[in-house]
């Protein structure tokens, strides 16, 4: 298969059966680093929904059927046009999206590689057979494809946030239907367009673009022929699709909002507490939901890690994604700039001191904020209790580890949590006590395939990657043979 430009993997249609189906009513998707109009995409309805679920109903009878092999094959081919049009995915992901291109290509190479561990993870579904309870009897375990499922995936990671979910699912023998973000639509749509080009079947995947996301969601959770729903987003909006699937008992799972700790210890290496800090805290501006939002530095070390801190801080380039230079780039729109600012300003007139950044860049563009650093930051603020989602640095200090870990812990949140530190005793005792889904130890990314991806508490329930995350795509049916002689 030839590599795509941007341009003709740009697609604007509802993708239902392996066909672009045009609407009449569209809206514009537009890049926010310039505020243009990237392209008017089809304005999907609940009545689209339903008809992509019966579709997809529809080719799991044949799909589920289709050997393993078969179907690994398949996503192979996927992985590999993925990777073929790495640029052209990673242009246009950063004009929709905002990201640095070459943050972008990284993230297509992320998310490629789900759907090439997965296509590995189809061969090995495997059931059991039971040791013998009675004579003349044997159990058997058979996994099978869940059946239809439906994915809603947020604006921050365009790309991987549907290959993590999709990747698993179409390797158990599942089909696909993906409400992708209005705001970043166009990256769902270019890599259906790649399954059906490598001969995924039609109505395998199905996409969806909507500004009417609370109808389409609704149809999505409730609809009987799903039976499985995979949401990423905000702690709201899971609870109200678990209420929604709850009608029909729905297997759900959720990957939902953060409030992560960073602890520097007074044993950590300050370098590399800053190093990882900065990899964890600035990707893509830090608008991901595992990025550190409470910065909890040990009394001893806090002058240090600010001095080794703010130089680096000040050096990343805030640019459009474009600039091969860039560090990040703008936020995503308008609601984004306002959450963030005001985070700082009421941070900042409630004590907290601002050390770099703190106002929009405005010579760049109404969205672009700069890298910001704030010390004094105390927990009873604002920008410590709420997910800030913007390159805030927040620091706070403490006395000692019992106080570090609890307030860490004083969250309802629980998706990923970070610490530095260098003895082998603390390191061991604090990944115990962090009530978190993800602990990084001296590590500021920790996401890849191999790991599984999730939180505890009011961040969701269920894992993405590696091996446990087809687990939720398959059913364990017990069969009991009697009569055996």
Avoid at 457 to 472: F, P
Wanted: with cysteine; hydrophobic share 40%.
């Amino acid at each position: 298969m030839s590599a795509h430009t941007m341009g003709s993997l740009t697609k604007t249609d509802l993708f239902i059966e392996g066909h672009w189906v045009p609407t009449d009513k569209r809206f514009a998707v537009t890049n926010p680093a310039t505020g243009e109009t990237i392209s008017e995409v089809a304005d999907g309805t609940a009545e689209h929904a339903e008809r992509a679920i019966e579709v997809a109903a529809r080719a799991f009878k044949t799909w589920r059927a289709t050997p393993a092999a078969e179907r690994a094959r398949l996503l192979r081919r996927w992985y590999q046009a993925m990777l073929d049009n790495q640029q052209a995915l990673a242009e246009l992901m950063s004009a929709e999206q905002g990201k640095p291109v070459a943050e972008a290509a990284g993230e297509i190479a992320y998310g490629a590689s789900f759907v090439d561990w997965f296509a590995g993870e189809a061969e090995r579904v495997n059931g059991d057979i039971l040791p013998l309870v009675e004579e003349g009897k044997k159990t058997l375990v058979m996994k099978q494809p869940v059946g239809v499922c439906a994915a809603i995936t947020p604006w921050n990671f365009p790309n991987a946030m549907i290959t993590r979910k999709i990747a698993p699912a179409l390797a158990a023998g599942c089909t696909m239907v993906i409400k992708p973000p209005q705001l970043t639509p166009l990256s769902a749509l270019a890599i259906a367009q790649l399954a059906s080009e490598v001969g995924i079947p039609d109505g395998v995947i199905n996409v969806i673009p909507t500004t009417d996301s609370k109808s389409v969601g609704k149809v999505l959770a409730t609809h009987h022929e799903v039976r499985k729903l995979s949401f990423t987003g905000s702690t709201g909006v899971g609870k109200t699709l678990m209420s929604q699937a709850s009608e029909n008992v729905k297997k759900i799972s959720l990957e939902l909002g953060g409030n992560a700790p960073f602890i520097v210890f007074d044993d950590a290496d300050i370098e590399v507490a800053v190093e990882q800090l900065i990899a964890c805290k600035f990707r893509n501006a830090g608008q991901t939901c595992i990025s550190a939002n409470r910065i909890l530095v040990a009394e001893q070390v806090a002058d240090a890690f600010i001095d080794k801190l703010l130089p680096k801080v000040k050096a990343l380039k805030l640019a459009v994604g474009t600039d091969e230079d860039a560090d990040l780039g703008p936020l995503i729109d308008q609601d984004a700039v306002n959450k963030v600012q005001r985070l700082v300003t009421t941070a900042v007139s409630d004590g907290a001191e601002v050390l770099c950044g703190g106002e929009v860049a405005t010579e760049l563009g109404d969205l672009f904020y700069p890298p910001t650093v704030l010390r004094g930051v105390t927990d009873d603020m604002d920008i410590t209790q709420e997910e800030i989602f913007g390159p805030v640095v927040a620091i706070s200090t403490f006395a000692d580890e019992e106080e570090a870990v609890r307030r860490a812990n004083d969250t309802p949140f629980g998706l990923a949590s970070y610490f530095c530190a260098q003895s082998v005793d603390r390191i061991f005792r604090v990944s115990e006590q962090l009530e978190y889904g993800m602990v990084g130890v001296n590590a500021g990314g920790i996401s890849h395939v191999y790991n599984p991806f999730g939180g505890i508490k009011e961040s969701g329930m269920g894992r993405e990657g590696s091996v446990y995350g087809i687990d939720d795509y398959l059913e364990k049916k017990t069969v009991t043979l009697g009569s055996l002689s």
